[in-house]
């Protein structure tokens, strides 16, 4: 059908909107309060702790989630990385606590939907040099939320 909208295009416009849109915060001073991407490394972490327990739960997921558990990973360590960049006197983080429960696929959609969610709108108000990583994070888990769709 011409002019639909397609999965892939709708994919492709997040994310390319959270880069372009982070320039217009390049004047911006620097935030008050604690650093934002803190938030989105616990966030990777749980997102991790959660879907490692739904294939815990059910092993048939393993296919399915075990790269989004790889993924989350790798996000917490390179988001903890850039945060240690700016304060290296910052305690490393603890372990996100395992999810109550018998989390399933749904859940764990929903979690990366709102983590991704999350990083689109934290890349936003981040100077240019922190812009990509988080927009790296918000790409991948809005990607993953729409596969787990």
Not at 76 to 105: F, I, M, Q
Not at 110 to 117: D, I
């Amino acid at each position: 059908m011409p002019g639909a909208l397609s999965r892939r295009r709708v994919l492709a416009g997040l994310l390319l909107l959270p880069p372009a849109v982070a320039g217009c915060a390049l004047g911006s001073s620097a935030p008050d309060g604690p650093d934002p991407l803190i938030a989105l490394a616990d966030a990777a972490r749980a997102d991790a702790a959660l879907a490692a327990a739904a294939i815990a739960a059910d092993r048939d997921l393993a296919t399915a989630l075990q790269p989004l558990v790889d993924a989350r990973t790798q996000h917490a360590a390179a988001l903890d990385a850039e945060v240690a960049r700016l304060d290296p006197d910052r305690p490393t983080p603890s372990p996100a606590p395992p999810p109550a429960g018998r989390p399933g696929r749904t859940e764990v959609q929903r979690a990366v939907l709102a983590s991704g969610r999350a990083a689109g709108e934290v890349a936003l108000g981040l100077p240019a040099e922190r812009v990509g990583l988080v927009a790296a994070v918000a790409a991948c888990c809005n990607t993953y939320a729409e596969v787990l769709a």
